[in-house]
């Protein structure tokens, strides 16, 4: 077949598809396919383009499934693509004795998501699983505590999280409500490819949509963790055009919360997100309006969700006045120090605090200073949430740097931004009550462990393809010394693709993103006060420190 830039339809390309169009599930579907290809077949060569990047797939069954753009063809989000998957998932759950099973299927508000539910719910049903949908449009958290609630063999949402408005996605969790690691993936992504034409999967509406007490139960289970007893706070949320606004309204009313303000351009599930070029809290301009709203309302925390509601960042109020947004390090180190503080030691004797390998290190030093055991794991909680022995035994707190924090394990099995919102407003109620602030625990937490500053340096390449290679020209340009300091260098291999470089007070983690042709250098550096008022210049030092680091890291990138 042709490939995307060439202009022109090979006999391959036409009959691929055509027999993609032939088996479509869906009539809309067919007559989009049908309508590229005939302007390919007519000699549009930008149709021809199109038809061949949409007959280039099929999408990759990744350790969280799938994701991509909606449109017909096997290398997009469509019916007939949903229902091969789950016909797959259902033949790979049979063969390991999960036959049967519950099954619980939940969907965000993205286009395609309504449609999508229902057909994995009734592939599912049609190969004799017990299936339960949840009632309505919810956050992802929910699906994966009814996945533990319920004692689910699987899980699938509907959802493509913080990704553009363009896209949908599918999202699996296996027994114990976690997302699946390898070779799991690829035995799915086998048994997807073994399956035959969508339209001779059969599909069944035998199935159950679940009343509203599975929700109930997540909001009064989450709303019992906080440790603290204030409730004098006043909140500013955004679920940026999500799912997450009344389930996380009701967790922090439940709680005690109720002085609660939503950003009103922002509040109701919108596809489209309109306000946002990108509905990701990391954005620049994501949380323009969260932070305009919790100055104009006097509020003491701001919350960002991101669409599916599984990733939480926190605003705050700097003394001067302004507002910003806690980078995802500085929300992990408070509510790990905070969980660590409050963790029942009778129920945890030996708790178990975990990050990533690139993200601060400074929740090893909170953890050594609270005799607890710390991990470092791989990126994705996929792997978090079985950090230690394979299993997680014993967590009680991991984060990754990208705003992901699951401070419940027991309840929901990978990150979920509502339990961690709620957990940053029992902390911040308690400081506000002694007088101080988020700013002020962090403050206090740098003078004790040593000020962590973060940073990330990135390289676009041209293509994917072209990421292999020039992680391994990297490799063959490792300095000795970096920033006037010198480095040792690791190799990561063949745990994951990723370099360290370290020194007196700096780290540099330097590995390939794993959705763009990009490499990419996260760099930390320490610095140490003796008290909060010298605080300032270490900040000073380290900003100093990164802006210098970043001109050298780039050309180490580049070659």
């Known amino acids: 077949m042709s490939t995307p830039g060439s202009g022109r339809v090979t006999p391959a390309l036409r009959d691929a598809a055509f027999r993609w169009i032939a088996d479509d599930v869906d009539p809309a579907a067919r007559a989009e396919l049908q309508e590229v290809l005939a302007a390919a077949l007519a000699g549009d060569a930008g149709a021809a383009d199109e038809l061949a990047a949409r007959m280039s797939g099929p999408l990759t069954f990744g350790t969280a499934g799938l994701r991509g753009p909606l449109r017909a063809g096997p290398n997009g989000m469509n019916r007939s693509v949903v229902v091969r998957a789950t016909?797959?998932?259902a033949a790979w759950l049979r063969e390991h004795g999960h036959g049967g099973g519950v099954v619980v299927v939940g969907r965000d508000a993205r286009y395609g998501s309504e449609e999508f539910h229902a057909d994995v719910a009734s592939v599912l049903a049609a190969a004799g699983f017990d299936v339960r949908v949840l009632p309505r449009q919810l956050p992802t958290p929910v699906l994966a505590f009814a996945v533990r609630r319920l004692d689910a063999v699987a899980g699938v949402q509907v959802t493509a999280s913080h990704n553009p408005p363009g896209d949908n996605g599918y999202k699996v969790y296996l027994e114990a409500g976690a997302q699946i690691v390898p070779p799991v993936d690829a035995e799915i992504e086998a048994a997807i490819a073994a399956v035959g034409a969508a339209v001779a999967v059969p599909r069944s509406s035998d199935w159950t949509t679940s009343d509203e007490k599975l929700v109930d139960e997540y909001v009064h289970r989450v709303a019992e963790l906080p440790a603290g007893?204030?409730?004098d706070l006043r909140v500013a949320v955004t679920p940026l055009h999500g799912v997450g606004a009344e389930t996380m309204v009701r967790v922090l009313n439940t709680a005690g919360f109720t002085d609660v303000h939503v950003t009103p351009s922002q509040a109701a599930p919108d596809p489209d997100f309109p306000t946002v070029s990108f509905p990701n809290p990391e954005e620049p301009g994501a949380t323009d309006a969260l932070l305009k709203l919790a100055s104009e309302v006097g509020a003491d925390v701001a919350i960002a969700l991101d669409p599916d509601a599984d990733r939480c960042a926190v605003g705050v109020r700097e003394p001067a006045g302004s507002w910003r947004m806690l980078r995802g390090d500085e929300t992990g180190v408070l509510l790990g120090d905070r969980i660590l503080s409050t963790v029942d030691r009778s129920e945890y004797p030996d708790p178990l605090v975990a990050?990533?390998?690139?993200?601060?290190s400074m929740l090893r030093s909170v953890a050594a200073a609270r005799g607890a055991r710390y991990d470092e794991t791989l990126t994705?909680?996929?792997?978090?949430?079985r950090a230690g022995d394979g299993a997680g035994t014993g967590l009680v707190y991991a984060y990754e740097e990208a705003?992901?924090?699951?401070?419940?394990?027991?309840?929901v099995r990978d990150k979920d931004g509502m339990s961690a919102a709620l957990l940053a407003c029992d902390l911040a109620a308690e400081l506000k009550a002694s007088g101080r602030t988020l700013i002020d625990a962090l403050g206090e937490l740098a003078v004790r462990h040593g000020l962590h500053m973060t940073d990330q340096v990135s390289v676009r390449l041209g293509a994917m393809a072209e990421v292999v290679p020039a992680m391994e020209a990297v490799r063959g340009r490792l300095p000795a010394e970096i920033g006037g300091r010198a480095v040792t260098a690791e190799d990561l291999r063949p745990r994951d693709n990723t370099v360290a470089l370290r020194g007196e007070g700096l780290r540099i983690m330097i590995r390939p993103s794993g959705t763009e042709p990009k490499l990419k250098a996260y760099v930390e550096v320490v610095e140490q006060a003796g008290s909060t008022e010298e605080l300032t210049d270490a900040r000073r030092r380290g900003r100093q420190t990164l802006d210098g680091l970043r001109g050298e890291i780039e050309a180490l990138l580049r070659g």
């Not at 990050?355 to 601060?360: E, F, G």
């Open 355 to 360: 990050t990533t390998i690139v993200s601060s």
């Open 87 to 89: 016909a797959g998932l």
């Open 380 to 385: 994705g909680f996929k792997w978090l949430v």
């Open 229 to 231: 007893s204030a409730r």
């Open 403 to 411: 705003l992901g924090h699951c401070v419940a394990p027991d309840l």
